[in-house]
């Protein structure tokens, strides 16, 4: 992060608590920080595929919810599919709130990224159960994990249910990326955006390593 941001972190408790969505904008992010797919991810099978509305075992179980919102059969309506390319669905998730961190310290992103400070969380739990007391009456706690480089097209039978907010593309692996993830709270969803967050407990279980 910029220096100034560090500062107004130990003095004030202050940390940016980004959205999922807001990082789809290329534009404004630039390239190291901004993919537009964020949040998404694309099931698909391995190539041609033949479906019969009369034989359930021709529809993917990933894929049938999909199918059926998509056709209604009426009677004893049959419907044969011949899918040259194959059959997909893409996934995507609602907006959610991220804190995103590194798995690790890159001097590399401190002279290449136009940043000048680096904060080392030393007590993640209790770091992110000040956030979360904080967020209550906006978001749910959901968890926090590393991201997973990987491309967002996956064999739908091969689908490890990954979580799509963990998923990034491979180019962006150098980052190491771990992210902290809040569900917007049903009554806040449409209001869902970028804020600054005051938590100065939060402080206690952290440490400036470079400035």
């Given at each position: 992060?910029?220096?100034?941001?560090?500062?107004n972190?130990?003095?004030?408790?202050?940390?940016?608590?980004?959205?999922?969505?807001?990082?789809?904008n290329?534009?404004?992010?630039g390239?190291?920080?901004?993919?537009?797919?964020?949040?998404?991810?694309?099931?698909?099978?391995?190539?041609?595929?033949?479906?019969?509305?009369?034989d359930?075992?021709t529809i993917p179980?990933?894929?049938?919810?999909?199918?059926?919102?998509?056709?209604?059969?009426?009677?004893?309506?049959?419907?044969?599919?011949h899918a040259?390319?194959?059959?997909r669905?893409?996934?995507?998730?609602?907006?959610?709130?991220?804190?995103?961190?590194?798995?690790?310290?890159?001097?590399?992103?401190?002279?290449?990224?136009?940043y000048s400070?680096?904060?080392?969380?030393?007590?993640p739990?209790?770091?992110?159960?000040?956030l979360?007391?904080?967020?209550r009456?906006?978001?749910?706690?959901?968890?926090?994990?590393?991201?997973?480089?990987?491309?967002?097209?996956i064999?739908?039978?091969?689908d490890?249910?990954?979580?799509?907010a963990l998923i990034?593309?491979?180019r962006?692996?150098?980052?190491?990326?771990?992210?902290?993830?809040?569900?917007?709270r049903?009554?806040n969803?449409?209001n869902i955006?970028?804020?600054?967050?005051?938590?100065?407990?939060a402080?206690?279980?952290?440490?400036?390593?470079?400035?």
């Amino acid at each position: 992060m910029k220096k100034k941001h560090a500062d107004n972190f130990f003095k004030h408790g202050e940390l940016r608590i980004g959205t999922l969505y807001d990082f789809r904008n290329e534009e404004k992010h630039g390239s190291e920080i901004g993919d537009k797919d964020e949040g998404t991810k694309t099931l698909t099978t391995d190539g041609y595929h033949f479906i019969d509305t009369a034989d359930s075992s021709t529809i993917p179980s990933w894929y049938a919810k999909g199918f059926n919102d998509s056709f209604k059969l009426v009677d004893a309506a049959r419907l044969q599919i011949h899918a040259r390319d194959g059959v997909r669905v893409r996934l995507t998730i609602p907006d959610r709130y991220v804190f995103c961190m590194s798995d690790d310290y890159d001097s590399g992103l401190i002279e290449n990224g136009g940043y000048s400070a680096c904060i080392r969380i030393h007590n993640p739990g209790d770091f992110f159960a000040a956030l979360s007391k904080e967020m209550r009456r906006k978001a749910n706690w959901l968890g926090w994990g590393k991201c997973r480089y990987r491309p967002r097209l996956i064999l739908g039978d091969h689908d490890d249910e990954l979580e799509p907010a963990l998923i990034k593309e491979e180019r962006y692996s150098y980052q190491k990326e771990v992210r902290a993830i809040w569900a917007a709270r049903q009554d806040n969803q449409d209001n869902i955006e970028p804020f600054i967050l005051k938590v100065k407990k939060a402080r206690y279980y952290c440490e400036l390593i470079c400035a």
